[in-house]
């Protein structure tokens, strides 16, 4: 099992050396491997290993006795814990959400939180059974490709080490290995429909095939890599799209559906969530089969004169949501609202020796080319935006970020930023986020900012 772990954390890229890394533990057998199996790691990889445990109050007398086998565990390894008491005692959920989903939002919401305190990555112990169990979830309650991607192996902050490890050999892993755990006794009760999946569903399919659990494993790796092509086809299809004022209709009819279907979720997505019935919705007026769609009180999709566009109507004359869709990012010049002026280019290293000799400060606008993957895309803030400071390892949501810096009020929502695949890595005045900077080893310079360099010269930024 180890060599198989430390193989798909460098296929995914999950630790660098030096990182912070907060394990998600629960006292149950897969938390408990994960942790053991990173402290046995944490030299050969320099890594800092720490902890955190929420106690979500919902076992009444068993969440204590859980809580109190992580903190004895911690404390006999002399390893950092971070706790979070989230009893619902006599509370109840919030209205419209499940005791199950209120519970991880506590608790993903508290392991961000400690990421970016704490510069770290968190570490979650979702196996090759759990990974299964959602795809089955997903399929039965309806989705369409992405669910069947199942879990990420790297989402934001989360990595999951054990996304290729099946529960059984997780079981094995803490016998050889006489690790103690807890067991969560509501896991063994089908209350709730995953439980009713892994207990009932599952056995069922493994007697059919007992490699079940890997082939679905190995299914969700392909999906997720049709998902990625698709991904970045519809990236490059608004690309080549995009006009002064939308998108050309035409261009965007033309494309495989798959692709049109997804570059349409990226026009969708800073207005709502987007659903199948707003995706119907758009498809609709992109086809000509209706003029425009109101998908909410004051956001509109429509075609006209051949432009394809998604908007939002406000009363004010300052209105933010018309910057706030996706505009693929292109080398060359990006001339954006408000006389925004965006150039994106790869710079010679005999060049970058002679800008940086004249104007150091020009550093926070170089990347490393190759550490993006994907194409980036051009947009304003959304709500839940962060950024993680160059050089400094913090991050911060841009709300605060810019009210902490003085920006105006009016210009926070119309900055110009720069995302790969949602994620802020570049601010107007601020660079590139931390973690993209050169190194000894870069190969590509990408620059990003308000000149031409390869025009100004010396006169650069």
């Known amino acids: ?28 057998a897969d938390s408990m491997a994960l942790f053991h199996f990173l402290l046995s790691v944490r030299a050969q990889l320099s890594l800092t290993v720490m902890a955190a445990h929420v106690n979500h109050g919902l076992r009444a007398v068993t969440s204590g006795r859980d809580a109190d086998f ?9 390893v950092t814990l971070f706790t979070l008491d989230a009893r619902l005692g006599e509370k109840q959920s919030p209205k419209g959400m499940g005791t199950e989903e209120w519970a991880r939002q506590v608790r993903y919401t508290f392991f961000e939180k400690l990421a970016a305190e704490q510069n770290a990555k968190i570490a979650t112990a979702h196996t090759a059974s759990d990974n299964a169990e959602t795809i089955l979830f997903n399929t039965v309650r309806g989705t369409a490709l992405k669910g069947l991607c199942g879990i990420p192996p790297v989402r934001d902050c989360f990595i999951r080490p054990l996304l290729t490890v099946t529960r059984e050999q997780i079981e094995a892993y803490c016998t050889e290995n006489c690790l103690q755990y807890v067991t969560d006794e509501t896991n063994l009760q089908p209350l709730y429909s995953r439980n009713k999946i892994r207990l009932q569903v599952m056995p069922v399919l493994k007697q059919i ?48 559906f798959p692709v049109q279907k997804q570059a349409l979720i990226f026009l969708l997505q800073p207005f709502c969530t987007p659903s199948s019935t707003y995706v119907a919705l758009c498809t609709n007026v992109l086809l000509g089969q209706a003029r425009q769609a109101q998908l909410s ?6 075609n006209e004169s051949g432009i394809f566009n998604i908007f939002k109507k406000e009363n004010t004359c300052t209105n933010q949501a018309e910057f706030m869709h996706l505009i693929p990012l292109t080398i060359g010049e990006n ?24 104007n150091k400060k020009a550093l926070k606008y170089f990347a490393d080319y190759d550490k993006i993957q994907g194409t980036m895309s051009i947009r304003t803030r959304m709500q839940g935006d962060t950024f993680t400071l160059p050089y ?15 920006l105006d009020a009016a210009l926070r929502g119309r900055i110009p930023l720069v995302v790969q695949q949602q994620q802020v890595i570049w601010i107007y005045g601020y660079g590139f986020c931390d973690g993209l900077a050169p190194d000894g080893t870069t190969k590509r310079w990408l620059y990003i900012g308000p000149e031409n360099l390869k025009q100004t010269g010396e006169n650069c930024l």
């Open 297 to 302: 009180k004051n956001t509109f999709a429509i």
């Open 335 to 358: 001339r954006l609202w408000d006389d925004f002026l965006l150039i994106a280019q790869e710079i010679s290293a005999k060049e970058i020796r002679k800008i940086l000799k004249i």
């Open 209 to 256: 095939n007992s490699a079940a659990v890997l082939n679905m494993a190995q299914l969700s790796v392909e999906m997720r890599q049709i998902y990625n092509y698709i991904y970045k086809q519809a990236e490059m299809l608004l690309q080549q799209a995009k006009c002064q004022h939308g998108y050309d209709a035409l261009m965007l009819r033309q494309a495989p």
């Open 70 to 78: 992580v903190k004895q565990t911690c404390a006999d390894l002399d």
């Open 392 to 406: 400094r390892g913090v991050t911060k949501s841009l709300k605060k970020l810019f009210i902490e810096d003085k």
């Open 1 to 28: 099992m180890v060599n198989s772990v430390l193989n798909f954390i460098k296929q995914n890229s999950m630790l660098q050396k030096g990182d912070n890394v907060i394990v998600a533990l629960s006292g149950g």
